[in-house]
């Protein structure tokens, strides 16, 4: 168990170490640089050269990104360029927001899906077993952005019952996290509703009914954690490509969070606020699995430590 | 008895709650981006022009007609020679309560001319001396430049106190607000300030700027009544709102000069009748309409009509549209079967649009255009900075004085990513700046002509500025610069 925790942390430090240099490699290799973004269609060359000194991209990519790195260990995460204020600032002020968002998302949308999923698969002839069906295709082929301003006409425009966007209390997170969490629940119904149906042809979930055992114990007890395994590795999933869904339905709702923060960076080369992000978005990442791990190791005694 | 004395207490809170807010007045405005910083020094960012300015104020400032007007100098007087400017000053006070000084004054016109730390610094490079005594600033010149006022009323020669740290994030200015939060990405909260020295009031006691990139959002948040006012709407979804009874839309000039930028020294485009034929085979009216949905004003040489003063009339003439002239000029400079790439701008769909409109024009003479789309810090990259580019579109935001507009067209400008040159017009735009009245106009209006003659790009157009807000706001000011003037709503 120690040197397992051993070899974990150090896979952790490597994968982060490659991922940052990656980030600053792809943002060097991107044309444009910060000081050019700033000053725009009015600079000239003196201008550049002593914003372009002031940000310290005079000096060469590897001395900038040895001084990143040595920063970021020691806590500095940098000076945003775009927004002229510590990088650190602007993550914790953005982090609860996408945090909610994600969190609440999977939440909302994996308690639906074990709901529709299992009783579609358990009732898979009756028509509205079919009705699930046809509704969780649907979700799943419809494009995230037209999801939230179809929310946003009916919920904001029309009824006036939930804010149109921007960010002031909980209410603005509402239709956010509808937004997010219907693609999923399409998704996770999904799984649930395939993982389940096999399970229920094999032969041990016949020998449980066989021997005469309530249909509602066979379906929860047998039948539902073996289930569970698949929709728990998909679920984890779902929550990592939150992320990315995040940058879309922040900007579409206006919400200050992480993804809107990235993307903005890179629109702007801010090089300090995409490191940083790309980091902690990473750190995040890694931390999901390793929980996905021992999860999978609690729920199928099969799967062990090597 | 216990009962009672809770009801009696709730009503009491009601009563406050419901009196507070009846009293204090807050204004939504929808904005699509952040300020870069609230350092005057430093600011390049149009996003932090537009709250800044109520803020900040310099010796002098903008008026909705474009024409200058005193701020914290209450008058000015210019000597004979045109080199020595001296400003009185005004009794005004800093958002911080003390009282404005000389030495304010000098102390951030210095920073604003230094090099080291200045983003405008150019600006100022004709200043030899700025010297305060009580309350006379005197600003003394290498030479005339005509257009020397008109840079005081720039954010980057606004004054700010002598011993002001931490602009950037907490910015002390004398406007009639000031900052009370700011929350990137999210939203700018100002309040009012009570001691301005015009002893006005504004209406609204606090303005919220709120953050919101997506255009479809700001229209469902304007028609939703989150925002009341979005002060630069995308005329793409102006019908969004067009029929709505409780949302109106005022338009003016926006003083940006739209142009299909052609690279002058790159053959065959350095053949002037190759810039014509480009010219003539543009149809703007089709622009207009297909582009900006009609909100726009046909240009055809560098200034916009905004400019009212300097504006040359009646260039329509000079390059008409004509398809079959413009077949003939490629012919005799010997560039039929012309092909060549035509690189859009993708996060301005209006450029884009009328970028596709245009290459739908080209091709319909004979000219093959392939179009390339590339993201904003690209563009600025290859086709701003290492002028890397066949023929490309961007707008050019308007200035309040015609010298800042025009000199980026002389030879090697640092800001002519055209690669445009001729000798009369350079030495009429060295001339300018010692002109005053009516010679100066003469000169500019010269200038005019030689762009379009000589086509030194293609003009397109300026869109209008739509301003859409809540029927109830009165008062909407545009400026011929990119500002938000909350101080004059009120409804």
Not at chain 1, 15 to 37: C, H, K, N, R, Y
Not at chain 2, 50 to 65: C, H, M, R, S, T
Not at chain 2, 446 to 463: C, K, S
Request: proline share 5%; with cysteine.
């Amino acid at each position: 168990m120690g040197a397992y925790l051993v070899r974990k942390t150090a896979s952790f430090v490597c994968v982060l170490f490659i991922i940052s240099a990656l980030t600053f490699l792809t943002l060097q290799v991107l044309p444009g640089d910060p000081a050019q973004l700033l000053l725009g269609t009015e600079s000239s060359p003196q201008a550049l050269a002593a914003l372009r000194r002031e940000l310290g991209l005079d000096k060469p990519a590897p001395v900038r990104f040895g001084q990143w790195l040595v920063d970021f260990v020691q806590g500095d995460f940098g000076r945003s360029i775009r927004y002229s204020v510590p990088v650190k600032d602007l993550v914790v002020q953005a982090l609860p927001v996408t945090l909610s968002l994600a969190v609440w998302a999977v939440a909302v949308s994996l308690g639906i899906a074990v709901l529709l999923g299992v009783l579609s698969a358990a009732y898979m002839a009756r028509w509205w077993g079919q009705v699930v069906r046809i509704i969780s295709q649907l979700g799943m082929a419809v494009p995230q952005f037209w999801i939230g301003i179809l929310l946003i006409q009916v919920f904001g425009v029309q009824l006036r019952l939930l804010p149109a966007g921007g960010y002031s209390n909980w209410q603005s997170l509402i239709l956010p996290i509808a937004t997010l969490a219907l693609p999923r629940t399409a998704v996770l119904t999904n799984m649930v509703q395939v993982g389940l149906s096999d399970v229920l042809k094999s032969d041990y979930i016949r020998t449980a009914k066989s021997k005469g055992l309530p249909w509602r114990k066979v379906l929860f007890k047998h039948a539902f954690v073996n289930g569970a395994i698949a929709v728990a590795t998909s679920a984890s999933i779902q929550l990592i490509q939150l992320v990315a869904g995040t940058i879309v339905v922040e900007q579409v709702f206006g919400l200050p969070g992480i993804g809107q923060l990235l993307l903005n960076g890179v629109l702007q080369r801010d090089l300090p606020l995409v490191q940083a992000i790309t980091v902690f978005v990473a750190v995040g990442v890694l931390i999901i699995n390793l929980l996905m791990d021992y999860l999978l190791m609690f729920l199928d005694p099969r799967v062990r430590f090597e | 008895m216990r009962y009672k004395l809770g009801l009696a207490a709730l009503a009491v809170l009601l009563t406050i709650a419901v009196s507070s807010s009846a009293l204090s007045a807050t204004l939504n405005v929808a904005v699509s981006a952040d300020p870069d910083t609230f350092d005057p020094t430093r600011t390049v960012a149009a996003a932090t022009v537009e709250i800044a300015f109520n803020i900040y104020e310099g010796l002098v400032k903008a008026a909705p007609d474009g024409s200058l007007v005193g701020a914290l100098a209450a008058e000015w007087d210019v000597s004979s020679d045109q080199k020595t400017y001296t400003f009185t000053l005004r009794e005004a006070f800093f958002h911080s309560g003390r009282k404005v000084t000389a030495e304010d004054v000098v102390n951030a016109l210095n920073r604003a001319r230094n090099p080291e730390i200045a983003s405008r610094w150019s600006d100022f490079a004709l200043v030899e001396t700025i010297e305060g005594e009580g309350n006379t600033v005197v600003i003394r010149l290498s030479q005339p430049n005509a257009a020397f006022l008109y840079t005081l009323a720039e954010v980057n020669a606004a004054i700010y106190p002598a011993e002001a740290e931490g602009l950037s994030s907490q910015p002390v200015g004398t406007g009639p607000y000031k900052l009370a939060e700011w929350r990137p990405n999210n939203f700018i909260r100002l309040e009012r300030f009570d001691q301005h020295w015009s002893g006005q009031v504004p209406y609204y006691d606090q303005v919220v700027f709120r953050i919101i990139p997506d255009q479809h959002s700001a229209v469902l948040n304007l028609l939703s009544g989150t925002v009341d006012l979005i002060p630069r709407m995308e005329a793409s979804v102006y019908h969004q709102v067009a029929s709505n009874p409780r949302i109106k839309v005022v338009s003016a000039p926006m003083n940006l000069v739209q142009i299909l930028a052609v690279n002058n020294q790159r053959p065959p485009f350095n053949d002037v009748r190759v810039r014509r034929a480009l010219a003539m085979a543009v149809n703007r009216e089709d622009m207009i309409f297909g582009a900006a949905w009609g909100f726009a004003q046909a240009l055809y040489s560098g200034l916009s009509p905004a400019m009212a003063q300097f504006f040359r009339d009646g260039l329509e003439n000079v390059n008409p549209y004509d398809p079959v002239r413009a077949r003939e000029l490629l012919e005799e400079a010997g560039a039929d079967g012309l092909r060549f790439t035509l690189t859009l701008p993708s996060d301005y769909p209006l450029h884009v649009q009328t970028g596709e409109i245009a290459a739908q024009q080209w091709e319909a003479i004979g000219i093959d255009v392939d179009i390339e789309l590339v993201e904003w810090g690209t563009w600025l990259d290859r086709v701003y900075t290492q002028r890397d580019y066949d023929v490309s579109i961007v707008g050019l935001a308007g200035r309040l004085d015609p010298h800042a507009v025009l000199v980026r067209y002389t030879t090697g400008n640092s800001r002519n990513f055209f690669n445009f040159s001729n000798p009369e017009f350079d030495r009429l735009i060295q001339e300018g700046l010692s002109r005053q009245g009516s010679d100066r106009i003469a000169v500019y209006h010269r200038a005019q002509e030689i762009l379009a003659q000589e086509a030194a790009g293609v003009f397109v157009m300026d869109p209008e500025q739509l301003a859409a807000m809540r029927q109830e706001i009165q008062g909407w000011q545009h400026y011929p610069v990119y500002v938000v003037d909350a101080a004059s709503l009120y409804e």
